[in-house]
């Protein structure tokens, strides 16, 4: 177990320093890219409508939360490829590839965090302990499905290249049909039950409260979370069991 910890933070601390070891701005990417994002939707949207305090910071969030989800999913479908020279010379657990690729991602979400942080001090927020359980369960949420989707994806990525696009194509969507910069509310109510069946919708809506409005969070916000908590285990545990038994077939693919 303690080899096992010992490679995957070997993996997770050369792949961080790689990542921008050719850039000027190095780091600073991580943090540059959502503030761009939210800019642009902020600036555009702005022009439509009144939006208040809460609104800006749950937009923010929003688009960090899916920059998260995007880029580790990306990360995690690329992981086996991008460390194929290893694997076939080196015997160890290939899911360690897969998690680090993903945990990398999340890192660069908690350097957004301390973005969102300093936002705060100019928009003050309302956490509370509680809510603040509600923002970490909504994350690790999150986590654990794009760790599933990146486990599932790495191995289809190998034998099939064209799901690099289409996984491109997917989150796009995915990212106009979670209430980013919308608010589920402004949804006709036929429209909102088919917006709650992305999971990503539950995760967004629970992560918002738990770090902006947190005076109102109550035991009962917990109940939606959990459920989408349990179904993204449950998908876990499925990818991991299609991981193992399908990527010892994968090395002639490389």
């Known amino acids: 177990m303690n080899n096992y910890l010992e490679l995957l933070r070997e993996f997770i601390k050369t792949d961080f320093k790689l990542r921008y070891k050719n850039s000027y701005l190095g780091i600073i990417w991580i943090i540059l890219k959502p503030l761009a994002t939210f800019s642009v939707i902020y600036v555009v949207w702005s022009n439509i409508m009144v939006m208040d305090a809460?609104?800006?910071?749950?937009?923010?969030?929003?688009?960090?939360?899916?920059?998260?989800?995007?880029?580790?999913?990306?990360?995690?479908?690329?992981?086996?490829?991008?460390?194929?020279?290893?694997?076939?010379?080196?015997?160890?657990?290939?899911e360690v590839v897969v998690i680090s690729a993903v945990t990398i991602s999340f890192i660069d979400f908690l350097l957004n965090m301390i973005v969102f942080a300093i936002f705060s001090i100019f928009t003050p927020v309302t956490i509370t302990f509680i809510s603040f359980l509600l923002f970490a369960v909504?994350?690790?949420?999150?986590?654990?499905?794009?760790?599933?989707?990146?486990?599932?994806?790495?191995?289809?990525?190998?034998?099939?290249?064209?799901?690099?696009?289409?996984?491109?194509?997917?989150?796009?969507?995915?990212?106009w049909l979670t209430p980013i910069y919308y608010q589920l509310e402004m949804l006709p109510e036929n429209l909102q039950k088919y917006v709650l069946l992305n999971p990503l919708t539950t995760i967004v809506i629970s992560a918002r409260k738990g770090i902006i409005t947190g005076d109102t969070v109550t035991s009962g916000d917990f109940l939606p979370i959990g459920i989408i908590a349990l179904i993204c285990i449950a998908l876990l545990l499925i990818a991991v069991a299609f991981f193992k038994k399908r990527v010892t077939k994968l090395a002639e693919y490389f």
Do not use: C
């Open 138 to 175: 909504s994350v690790l949420t999150l986590y654990i499905l794009i760790m599933a989707l990146g486990l599932f994806l790495s191995i289809i990525f190998i034998r099939l290249k064209d799901i690099h696009n289409l996984t491109e194509v997917i989150l796009q969507l995915l990212f």
């Open 54 to 94: 809460d609104y800006k910071m749950g937009l923010l969030l929003g688009i960090m939360l899916m920059s998260f989800f995007n880029e580790g999913v990306m990360m995690g479908l690329g992981a086996l490829m991008a460390k194929s020279g290893v694997i076939l010379k080196i015997k160890f657990p290939r």
